[in-house]
């Protein structure tokens, strides 16, 4: 049975072929990002005074052992890159990993318990929703102070009513059905009857936008990053190249355009995925 649920969520996956190609593109980078020790050319920190911004190895004047370049103090680009690659996945990981986390719970309380819960929950994620999410994640990391730890948890409590909104509404829609009302009739306590009953049934939807979710979060992670909010020099996060690089953008165009290329890669690659993913667990997109 669970072989051929796993071969009919492969089918409607497949169909989209964007979807399986940035599944490829995705696998590629996750494996870029484990292996950066050994693929890395250089240490990305280390500084080369006699290589300052050097093009890339087919420009005149490039180097092969500087692939792609190097940036205003000598680091090798390439290096940078793919260390870069472990950042921006460990963000997106940690950032849904508490959204999703926090968002459920919330959900499931409002969905289920109902009454003043659901009004005081749904109200504060209205006030949430109704920032800008780049601009209240900017207050929030300049409360807490600059970093990628805070970076992190300011985006994750920006993400936060997606999953919440969500989660109540397919709560909502299951609470009264007959499967639930029979587990209840059975001695099933309230608990039980949130995260075993209902929430399984619940799990297409928070799927598709956790997926979505994550290219989120590594887009906003890169633009505190740009701001100078989010990771600090010299730490080799692609939106900090991005701003380390902005005072060099018309005499050397390798120092932005690798790190913008990076970024717009990542993000279309898990967003065709989230395609996919919709198109494989939404019943009513699959085709008969």
């Known amino acids: 049975m669970r072989r051929q649920q796993l071969a009919e969520f492969w089918y409607y996956f497949s169909v989209n072929k964007g979807a399986v190609i940035g599944l490829v593109v995705f696998a590629a980078i996750i494996l870029v990002a484990l292996l950066a020790p050994v693929i890395a050319p250089h240490d990305p920190a280390i500084q080369d005074r006699g290589a300052l911004l050097l ?4 420009q005149e ?10 940036d205003a103090v000598g680091r090798d680009l390439l290096s ?12 997106g990981v940690v950032v849904v990993s508490l959204a999703v986390s926090t968002g459920i719970v919330l959900g499931l309380l409002a969905g289920y318990v109902g009454g003043w819960v659901d009004t005081m929950i749904m109200r504060i994620m209205d006030v949430i929703l109704a920032f800008p ?5 900017l207050v929030l990391v300049a409360i807490l102070g600059p970093g990628l730890g805070n ?5 994750a409590l ?16 299951e609470k009264n059905r007959e499967y639930v ?9 309230p608990v039980r009857l949130m995260l075993v009953t209902i929430l399984p049934n619940c799990l297409g939807p928070l799927i598709v936008q956790g997926t979505l979710s994550f290219s989120n979060a590594i887009l906003e992670a890169a633009a505190l990053g740009f701001l100078g909010m989010g990771a600090q020099p010299p730490t080799a996060e692609w939106g900090t190249m991005l701003a380390e690089a902005r005072e060099f953008v018309l005499r050397a165009w390798w120092v932005v355009t690798f790190p913008g290329l990076a970024i717009l890669v990542t993000v279309l690659a898990i967003n065709l995925v989230g395609d996919g993913l919709r198109d494989a ?7 008969s």
Request: aromatic fraction near 10%; charge should be positive.
């Open 80 to 91: 940078r890159l793919i260390y870069g690659s472990r950042y921006s996945l460990f963000v």
């Open 55 to 58: 093009p890339p190895f087919w």
């Open 158 to 173: 920006v993400l936060q009513p997606h999953f919440v909104r969500l989660t109540r509404a397919a709560v909502l829609a």
């Open 151 to 155: 970076a992190m948890i300011a985006i």
């Open 181 to 189: 009302t029979a587990a209840r009739v059975v001695g099933a306590g």
């Open 61 to 70: 004047g490039g180097r092969a052992a500087y692939l792609l370049g190097t």
């Open 133 to 137: 999410s780049l601009l209240l994640a």
């Open 281 to 287: 667990l939404d019943p009513k997109l699959k085709r």
